[in-house]
Structures are given as C-alpha cells and as structure tokens.
C-alpha cells in the first residue's frame, strides 16, 4: 500500500513511521511518500527515518517530493497534516489575539478561527486533487483545527475523509487507568466537536465506572484533568471534559497565563524546531537521537501555562508518548483490512447529535471496518454543552462561508460570534491584526 504523508516534512512524522516499523501484518504500508513545500524539512525528516529503518527488515520505501500532484497520484491513504504559514504563523495567531486580550491558541477562540481561515482553502484544494488523482484513497487528517478542516473536505470527498486527534483517546486511557480496567477494553462514552468534548460513561466489563470515579474526590484528584479542573467542578459537572475546556472554563485565567508566558507556545515550538532542523543537518549528527530529545521536551512542556494556572505540575510519565500516530495506524489498518474497531473520531454527524444538521463533522466514538467509519448513536448533551457546541459549530459554518466567498464581513462574523471573543470591535481589530500579518489570508475583501 502507498501511504501519502502531506506535510511530510513536520516534527512528528517520524511518530507515524516508526509505528508503521512495527507493523508486520499482512496488508502493511509497503512505500511512504513525504510531501512538504520545504525540501530542507523533507530532507530532514527523511534522514531521521532512514536512521529509524536501519535494520529493520521490510522497511517502508520512503520518497520524499515537493509536488503535490506527483505524491496524491496512486496513493491508498493520505495523511494530511500541513500547517499553513508554519509555526511563524501559529506565533503570529497567539500574538494578535493576546493584544486584544483575548485566546490565541491553535484550535480554540481566535486563534483557532485564524488558523481556520487560512487552512481551508488549502485543504479545499487537496481533497479536490484527491478526488481527481486519488478517488479510491482515504484521507485520515490530522490538520487542526481538525474538525473544522474535515468538514471543508468532506464537502468534497464525502465519507472518505476522517478526522483524528488523541485527545480523547488519552483522557479515556488515564481515566481507565485511574480505574484499574484496561484501556483497550474499556468503551468511552464520549461526544462533542474536537477539542470541545466530555467524557460522559466509561463502561469497563459493561458497567459504567464513571459515577464510582466522581464520587471519589482522592481519586478524581490523581490524574491530569482533575488537577486541571479541580474535583468540585468535575463533579459539578457530571462528566469529564476534554483539556481543551479549560480554555473555556478557565478564560480567564488562561489569558493571563499566557500573556504574562515569556513566549507563547508556537513562539516555543518555533524556536525549538528551528533548532532541530538546523542541528539534524551537521553531518555528525545522529538526527534520530536530537529528534528523541526534542520530542521530549515538546511533550512535557505541553499545555505547561495551563497546569501552571491549575497547579497540576507536571506532566504523568505515562502520557509522554503521544498517541496520534497509534489512532492513524488503527484507523488505516481497519479499513485496510477490515479489522473491525472502535475509535473516537471526526466524521459527518448524520443523525447522531439532533441539534446538528446531518453534515455537521463531530467528534464521537465509531465503529470502523472496511467501509470507513460509523459513528455510534450517543445520548443528548445536556444543555450547558449543547449550548457550546452549537455555538462552536456555528462559528466553525461562518469560517466556512468566508473561506469560499472571500468576505472579511464574514469573517469578522465568525470571530465575533465565538464564545470567547467579547466584542464585535475586537472582532473587527482581529481580522485587521491578521491580515496583517498573514500572506494567507489577502483573499478576505
């Protein structure tokens, strides 16, 4: 099988490989195809793949090109995993937004709707190339904000676009954990959009364990989104939400916390990748071992300012290691092989969520097999989260319009309409902030 990598230059390309290394099955990935507008990331990455081979036999041929059209032609999968205007855009989104004093962050309030506007269109263009050049592949995205951009695409691939993100996957393993059950047998009742879900039941040999976990302040505590949260309003709540929440329910706070950050998280990350593709080309490097340091500090810095909001300290061990790459690979292997399984995933809502239109992409668990994924009938959200995610939804429909008519009226609508954007003159000073800055967004008039 051919597997297209889009953005083939990233940091954590090397994650989706060496899962693939440890894949013997029958069906397997036989060649990996980078494609990235940077040859000196491509070559980059490509070197730390090839020191992640060494050895193993029946490696995946890896090639690497810079034209798109040459990588989609004849693929079976594509992951698609680009990040429009780079990491010097994400440092941009962070900045404009924390001078209005408002959340800047990738996928969530302005900064995610500024990330939006300049990625639609370009995933628009690939899942159109796909169409055209790849009818028959399935497209897994990991681009964020990852459900806005699988619906844009789903406009034009229908089901055969699917959107993942480890979120909820890891939530789901620390509360299995926390719980003494397996996380592999455990069924996770969970349903929102992504970034913007909860955690609901979680049934371990067919009871719902969840009530025993809320009932129990010492072990609510223990684990990440209760440090994070706090035991009173988990149990205020009834349910577990997403980390991404806390940008909602601690506003506030999270503002402040970054605002007063010596840099930003994509100012971070800029800084700390740019010394690893810098550093992975001295020929007396090993680019495998400074790509393994660089990603463990990536992962321990992770939502640092918010645990530093909530007190949580530092990251557990057991959630160092990432997982979106073990998400892709389990999708990707049951459809390809058709190994039935659960995963919780962004695809079309059809009629699970009622409030949602039957186009709407969600983010909830489904059955998978060869014929892609199902989602899974869940209970109503209550209120509270109905209301969000409605609200959310609604946005992430103005991002869309905007991005096909190339309205700035209509892109100050979608700012405006957010949650966690106050004003429509804040609105109005956002889209001037990142036009500003942003090549990407020119097509706003």
Sequence with gaps: MKLTILGGGGFRVPLVYGALLTDRAEGRVTEVVLHDLDAGRLSAVARVLAEQAAGVPGAPAVTATTDLDEALTGADFVFSAIRVGGLEGRANDERVALAEGVLGQETVGAGGIAYGLRTVPVAV???RRVARLAPDAWVINFTNPAGLVTEAMSRHLGDRVIGICDSPVGLGRRIARVLGG???EAWIDYVGLNHLGWVRGLHIEGRDELPRLLADPDLLGSFEEGKLFGVDWLQSLGAIPNEYLHYYYFNREAVRAYQQAERTRGAFLRDQQAHFYEAVTDPG???????DRTRAEREATYMAENRETAGAGERDADDLSGGYEKVALALMRAIARDERTTLILNVRNRST???L?????IEVPCLVDAN???PVAVAPLPDHATGLVCAVKAVEREVLAAAESGS???AVKAFALHPLVDSVNVARRLVEGYTGVHPGLAYLK
């Design 285 to 291: 490097a090993r680019a495998l071992d400074v790509w």
């Design 125 to 127: 263009d690939i899942a």
């Design 357 to 361: 239109d039957g186009e709407a992409v």
């Design 372 to 374: 892609g994924a199902h």
């Design 408 to 410: 700035r009226t209509t």
């Design 353 to 355: 969520l009622s409030v």
């Design 182 to 184: 397996n996380p592999k």
